[in-house]
């Protein structure tokens, strides 16, 4: 495909990249608000989270081998649709139960989106010219991070509108990306011969669904609904590693796996889908409650808190963009990765040092370090990945990476919530007896700022702050073994073919001598 033709399907696809991202960083700086008009807590507050990214995580290896075996154009259409019918469901939501059951739906079409997006980029641009496109993907990226907290503020302050509109905004946006992808996306299905029917493995789809949530499901709930060490967490885990042991034997016995064993093989997927899990751990776990820590820890707005996310997204947008036109010229990307890392475990180690009275000039310059990180990283992630596998795997291949990294950012948001919650109540406890206050139960809600008075939100604005800071020290181990990750990957430079030799070994090549001509 010329580069224009490229462009234009490149439109639809950023649009619902775009929908995509926003609809979880939109309602970062609305949540408090939200928790508190529907009577949650702080579990609350982390379900609405994990909801999305729990749905979005077990959906995710499905939606990449279905781009594998039937048309992809239908499979992001359906995504979108799924996605729009979530965010309705979620703006008309008159409780938090009815809020998390749409985020949950909300979070399948995103897991669609997040995981199609890259496979079809993979199918009409090569692996060299990719990463000048995987800047563009940074750079929508980088919008949605800044306009959706600052959108979103802007809405829940807004007289007339509400937190609502935060869920419902993003529908429009879908409905332009379906109607330019119909337009501009001409993808062939996959060819098979007369009378075969693509291949469908149900019951590992069934089994790996299955043993994730309930995973996932026992790390949001413990130390909120049951202890840490108690026979539920026995139980939890016993029945999720079952079912994720089944998976691997379905999986290694079908035709079509949703998750071909033989990808593993490979040294650099293996790698980076393990740094992917700790990238998402140090990624989501940490930075997803620092609109909080700006609302309660800094008393500031809806709206300013979203602007204060500015710096981290200036950062991310620049990386990513630099560093995938670099590596598009060269051909070269793992000192990328590496650097990339490096400022990432910089930059939670900065931030594990803030606390409610930090100048926001310093918080700021940290924030820039760990977007820069993030943006040199997680796109250059997909691409080591796509780089090594034939154009037959490509859609698993790719929604991989973002399965692993997902299943590291919902078990990070899950469990350093339930750590924030923890560390709150107990300062909130005792900051309030030194004042004489009863504190029964004063830490396990969030509180409304504007009815406290002086110093017991001195006391609640201090607990958040140091709550928030360790978090950020609690990612920085995993950030580091992410770094020693990244750095084991042995360098393949970029093929300038779409698929692989199909007699030369992976690990053996240097450049592809097959040339694919690219679907039109």
Do not use: C
């Not at 796996?257 to 650099?268: E, G, V």
């Not at 760990?370 to 596998?389: C, D, E, K, S």
């Not at 004042?435 to 110093?455: H, W, Y």
């Amino acid at each position: 495909m010329t580069h224009r033709e490229i462009l234009s399907v490149m439109s639809g696809l950023l649009l619902a990249m775009f929908v995509a991202m926003l609809s979880s960083t939109i309602v970062t700086n609305a949540l408090p608000r939200i928790v508190v008009d529907l009577d949650g807590g702080e579990a609350g507050y982390t379900w609405v989270v994990v909801a999305t990214l729990l749905t979005m995580t077990a959906s995710t290896p499905i939606w990449g081998k279905l781009a594998d075996l039937v048309n992809k154009k239908l499979l992001v259409q359906i995504a979108l649709v799924t996605y729009a019918i979530g965010s309705i469901a979620a703006g008309l939501s008159q409780n938090m139960g009815q809020l998390i059951a749409a985020r949950a739906v909300t979070g399948l079409g995103v897991g669609g989106m997040t995981a199609l997006v890259m496979v079809v980029i993979a199918t009409i641009v090569t692996p060299r010219e990719r990463g000048r496109y995987s800047g563009y993907i940074g750079a929508v990226f980088a919008m949605a991070t800044v306009s959706g907290p600052l959108i979103g503020g802007l809405i829940v302050d807004t007289p007339g509108l509400g937190w609502r509109w935060t869920f419902l905004v993003g529908v429009p946006v879908a409905a332009v990306a379906l109607v330019v992808l119909q337009r501009t996306l001409h993808l062939p299905t996959p060819v098979r011969t007369p009378g075969e029917r693509p291949s469908i493995d149900y019951a590992g789809a069934l089994l790996i669904v299955g043993g994730v949530s309930v995973l996932l499901a026992w790390v949001s709930l413990a130390g909120h609904q049951f202890d840490w060490a108690s026979l539920t967490t026995a139980g939890m885990i016993l029945v999720g590693v079952a079912l994720l042991v089944a998976a691997v034997v379905v999986e290694s016995r079908v035709a079509e796996p949703i998750i071909p064993l033989r990808l593993f093989a490979d040294r650099t997927t293996s790698l980076a889908t393990l740094a992917s899990v700790m990238v998402g751990v140090a990624m989501f776990g940490s930075t997803v409650y620092l609109s909080q820590y700006f609302q309660i820890a800094r008393g500031m707005s809806p709206t300013h808190a979203g602007l204060m996310s500015t710096p981290m997204v200036l950062g991310l947008f620049v990386s990513s963009v630099a560093t995938g036109r670099i590596i598009s010229n060269t051909g070269r990307w793992k000192k990328f990765l590496v650097g990339g890392m490096v400022a990432v475990v910089i930059g939670l180690a900065l931030l594990s040092t803030i606390d409610a009275h930090t100048p926001l000039v310093e918080i700021g310059a940290f924030m820039v370090v760990l977007g820069a990180g993030l943006g040199a990283t997680m796109q250059n992630l997909v691409l080591a990945v796509q780089n090594q596998v034939a154009q037959r795997d490509m859609g698993a291949a790719s929604a991989l990476v973002t399965f692993f990294r997902s299943i590291g950012g919902s078990s990070g948001v899950a469990a350093l919530g339930a750590l924030l919650g923890h560390q709150v109540a107990d300062k909130v406890t005792s900051g309030l007896a030194k004042l004489g206050i009863a504190a029964e139960g004063s830490g396990t809600t969030l509180p409304d700022l504007d009815t406290l008075p002086g110093p017991v939100r001195d006391v609640f604005q201090g607990a958040y702050g140091d709550a928030t800071a360790l978090l950020f020290l609690v990612a920085v181990p995993f950030a580091v073994v992410a770094l020693l990750l990244v750095s084991a990957i042995r360098e393949v430079p970029l093929r300038t073919t779409l698929d692989v030799a199909p007699s030369t070994p992976v690990d053996e090549r240097e450049e592809a001598p097959v040339e694919v001509e690219a679907a039109r």
